[in-house]
């Protein structure tokens, strides 16, 4: 039995009168004593239409016990000091250049070491609560691997006017989001916009993939910079992407289905690794080091939730993406 399940027995005569806590300890056996009679103190626990709150109640052959467990609290986060890249802060908002490896907020194997943790840590308690118990500030995110620029909210205010940006992403307002991907492939013409939904693949949960049945997702691209293989035959492009929408691992999906994955994307361009062959040395040695998606955050604009000033801040390239730029053009 999971947190947030409403399980019902009903009491065999072979059980007679006995202690509720007892049928329920040998009938409920994912459910620890101690957790059983903290339920039963609280009012989860009925028999029949009536609630009980005795432990010894005595029940008999026929009733029907229901137990309503309700789900377990998010453990709230705690400050950890890791650095940050900070490229603006005020006393309504942080923009921040966020590293490969670091997950925004907690979740299943990431319960500590987050970005969230960080920001605990550096704005104690003016976080806005807005975004949950384990997303506080939070507004948008940044896949693990994926670096670049990120606004988080220091309080409430800022929360809900940025909320309200991302939401709209830029079809009325000036919030813009740009992306520089490096992708396989050279695309047929300069430039274009991929509208397709997206939602949950279906055979794959930690993967998304377009579905006609999806939330909606628009993406537009431009070809920046094309790169030749060994053979001088084009392998790769330097593309920069702007979103109309904010779908989880939206450019990834995207530029994966029409045919141009994201270098060093294993989810979504595992298909294209032979690619790898066609690259020279160095640029393969630099892929190899890569060790993630090729995703930058270069781009990000918004109006300021308090004075409604348009602010719009470019992050470079790191240097992995660099080094990996050089390599491309080299072809040695």
Same mark, same amino acid.
């Given at each position: 039995?999971?947190?947030?399940?409403?399980?019902?027995?009903?009491?065999?005569?072979?059980?007679?009168?006995?202690?509720?806590?007892?049928?329920?300890?040998?009938?409920?056996?994912?459910?620890?004593?101690?957790?059983?009679?903290?339920?039963?103190?609280?009012?989860?626990?009925?028999?029949?239409?009536?609630?009980?709150?005795?432990?010894?109640?005595?029940?008999?052959?026929?009733?029907?016990?229901?137990?309503?467990?309700?789900?377990?609290?998010?453990?709230?986060?705690?400050?950890?000091?890791?650095?940050?890249?900070?490229?603006?802060?005020?006393?309504?908002?942080?923009?921040?250049?966020?590293?490969?490896?670091?997950?925004?907020?907690?979740?299943?194997?990431?319960?500590?070491?987050?970005?969230?943790?960080?920001?605990?840590?550096?704005?104690?308690?003016?976080?806005?609560?807005?975004?949950?118990?384990?997303?506080?500030?939070?507004?948008?995110?940044?896949?693990?691997?994926?670096?670049?620029?990120?606004?988080?909210?220091?309080?409430?205010?800022?929360?809900?006017?940025?909320?309200?940006?991302?939401?709209?992403?830029?079809?009325?307002?000036?919030?813009?989001?740009?992306?520089?991907?490096?992708?396989?492939?050279?695309?047929?013409?300069?430039?274009?916009?991929?509208?397709?939904?997206?939602?949950?693949?279906?055979?794959?949960?930690?993967?998304?993939?377009?579905?006609?049945?999806?939330?909606?997702?628009?993406?537009?691209?431009?070809?920046?910079?094309?790169?030749?293989?060994?053979?001088?035959?084009?392998?790769?492009?330097?593309?920069?992407? &702007? +979103? *109309?929408?904010?779908? #989880?691992?939206? %450019?990834?999906?995207?530029? =994966?289905?029409?045919?141009?994955? @994201?270098?060093?994307?294993?989810?979504?361009?595992?298909?294209?690794?032979?690619?790898?062959?066609?690259?020279?040395?160095?640029?393969?040695?630099?892929?190899?080091?890569?060790?993630?998606?090729?995703?930058?955050?270069?781009?990000? &604009? +918004? *109006?300021?939730?308090? #004075?409604?000033? %348009?602010?719009?801040?470019? =992050?470079?390239?790191?240097?992995? @993406?660099?080094?990996?730029?050089?390599?491309?053009?080299?072809?040695?």
């Amino acid at each position: 039995m999971t947190s947030g399940e409403l399980q019902k027995i009903t009491v065999a005569g072979d059980e007679g009168s006995q202690r509720l806590d007892r049928v329920l300890a040998v009938r409920s056996p994912d459910l620890s004593r101690s957790r059983l009679k903290a339920l039963i103190l609280a009012g989860q626990v009925s028999v029949g239409a009536n609630v009980v709150r005795d432990p010894a109640f005595h029940v008999r052959a026929g009733d029907i016990i229901s137990i309503d467990v309700p789900p377990a609290a998010d453990p709230e986060p705690k400050g950890e000091s890791i650095p940050l890249d900070i490229v603006y802060e005020d006393g309504d908002i942080i923009v921040l250049n966020k590293p490969k490896g670091l997950v925004v907020h907690p979740g299943a194997g990431h319960e500590t070491g987050t970005l969230v943790n960080a920001l605990i840590a550096h704005c104690g308690e003016s976080l806005s609560g807005i975004g949950g118990v384990k997303r506080p500030g939070i507004v948008h995110r940044l896949d693990k691997d994926t670096t670049g620029l990120m606004v988080v909210a220091k309080n409430d205010r800022a929360h809900q006017s940025l909320s309200a940006q991302f939401a709209d992403h830029g079809r009325t307002g000036e919030m813009r989001r740009g992306y520089m991907a490096f992708a396989w492939g050279v695309p047929n013409r300069q430039r274009g916009t991929v509208n397709e939904p997206i939602d949950r693949h279906p055979h794959s949960r930690d993967k998304m993939a377009v579905r006609q049945n999806g939330r909606e997702a628009v993406t537009h691209w431009e070809t920046v910079e094309t790169f030749g293989g060994v053979d001088g035959k084009p392998v790769a492009s330097l593309m920069a992407c &702007q +979103l *109309e929408t904010g779908r #989880t691992h939206q %450019i990834r999906v995207h530029l =994966a289905h029409i045919g141009h994955p @994201l270098m060093g994307d294993d989810v979504y361009g595992s298909g294209f690794r032979t690619k790898a062959a066609h690259l020279g040395g160095k640029a393969q040695t630099a892929l190899a080091e890569l060790g993630r998606q090729a995703l930058h955050a270069y781009l990000l &604009q +918004l *109006e300021h939730p308090a #004075t409604g000033e %348009i602010l719009r801040w470019e =992050a470079p390239l790191p240097e992995d @993406l660099l080094l990996l730029t050089a390599a491309l053009r080299s072809r040695d």
